[in-house]
């Protein structure tokens, strides 16, 4: 006897059958004897029937435990060609990427939803009690890199912890109280080292300061979005964002950023020697979509600074505006104990202005205005073929 889980059965031996309606069913097979004997195999979720022209929405996370804060790794797994997602990760967090990262910062048992969509469908995949965070061993301690070049490697007592990202913190949780050596390294710097007191129950923060070894040769450090977008200088590709190059031939260079479902991205660069860095922000575009307004992504060192459009409050660095009309604006970062920091920036329809502001010590927000970033570096272009 055959159940095809859609209320349908069968009696024989090797049927055939069609299903109607798009969804994922388990099939049930009770085989029996003249003599009474009987057996049954049930296969969970075993045929997924796709609608036609649909999206049929899943993922993963990695991992789906563990103690807090605790980031977790989501990919889209979605059939039918979504070109839009909407996550809701349970605990208010949400993202609008393929592909996201997501950092746990309470204990507790979280439902994970995901809408796949594009302009002819949309599905949504739920995930009861799919995360389930703990807390950390009582009396541990954990250690907050705050301040490191994009991309270095972080050492505990020569053991690699993983590598810093573009302006995120790093850290080092549920150790031990006691004193570790800490080792940060990254190609083109000099090392940084430090024998650190972690005290239960605090976060000791640490702000590696690590200097350019001198080259004559310039450094090209690519921020992506979405992050893992691939990199390409003069035509070769050079890794996936965000990419940090450290021994790059002065001149002008040709970048161009790709990634599945999105607009090419393609800007010629000026690199200087002399160890100096250049900075470029790609973001892309999704494919369908075709932008009427500018974007600015202001950051700051230090962060936590009160950033303007204009006169207007928008928030603390980093932050990114959308929605910003093209034209020139003032950009105005205020951090307490710092000068304040205040910049004409260009947004022009399509592109994102990259501001970040090197925040130097001293005076207060009513004091004199410390210009740090020429606009001609300020402005990279975010969608199509810009070059």
Do not use: C
Request: proline share 6%; no cysteine.
């Amino acid at each position: 006897a055959w159940d095809f889980g859609d209320g349908t059965s069968e009696m024989l031996a090797n049927p055939s059958h069609t299903y109607q309606n798009a969804g994922t069913y388990t099939v049930k097979l009770t085989a029996s004897s003249q003599t009474g004997g009987s057996s049954t195999k049930v296969k969970e979720g075993y045929i997924t029937v796709s609608p036609s022209g649909g999206i049929i929405a899943d993922f993963v996370g990695t991992p789906t435990n563990g103690n807090v804060p605790l980031s977790v790794q989501f990919s889209d797994r979605s059939q039918g060609g979504p070109t839009m997602w909407a996550w809701d990760f349970g605990d208010g967090g949400t993202a609008i990427v393929a592909n996201p990262l997501h950092v746990y910062q309470q204990a507790g048992r979280f439902t994970v939803k995901l809408t796949a969509s594009n302009q002819a469908s949309s599905n949504t995949a739920i995930k009861t009690d799919y995360i389930e965070t703990r807390s950390g061993p009582v009396g541990s301690g954990s250690i907050k890199i705050i301040y490191a070049p994009d991309r270095s490697s972080v050492y505990l007592d020569n053991v690699l912890k993983g590598e810093t990202k573009f302006l995120k913190t790093f850290r080092i949780d549920n150790l031990a109280a006691g004193v570790y050596q800490l080792k940060v390294t990254k190609p083109g710097f000099t090392d940084y080292y430090l024998n650190i007191p972690v005290t239960s129950g605090r976060a000791t923060e640490v702000v590696a300061d690590m200097r350019l070894q001198p080259s004559q040769n310039g450094i090209l450090s690519v921020y992506t979005y979405p992050s893992g977008s691939s990199v390409y200088v003069d035509g070769v590709l050079s890794g996936v964002g965000p990419l940090w190059l450290a021994d790059v031939n002065p001149g002008v260079h040709q970048i161009r950023v790709t990634s599945d479902g999105y607009l090419d991205w393609n800007q010629q660069v000026e690199v200087r020697g002399g160890g100096s860095v250049t900075y470029v922000t790609a973001a892309l575009y999704p494919s369908w979509w075709t932008p009427i307004y500018g974007y600015v992504m202001i950051s700051s060192l230090p962060g936590n600074g009160v950033a303007y459009l204009d006169g207007v409050a928008q928030g603390q660095t980093p932050v990114t505006l959308s929605q910003v009309t093209p034209g020139q604006h003032t950009i105005r970062i205020e951090v307490p104990g710092y000068q304040p920091w205040e910049q004409i920036v260009t947004v022009l329809e399509g592109r994102t202005s990259y501001v970040l502001a090197q925040m130097t010590p001293g005076g207060s927000s009513g004091g004199d205005i410390t210009p740090i970033i020429p606009a001609s570096v300020a402005s990279v272009a975010s969608a199509g073929n810009t070059s």
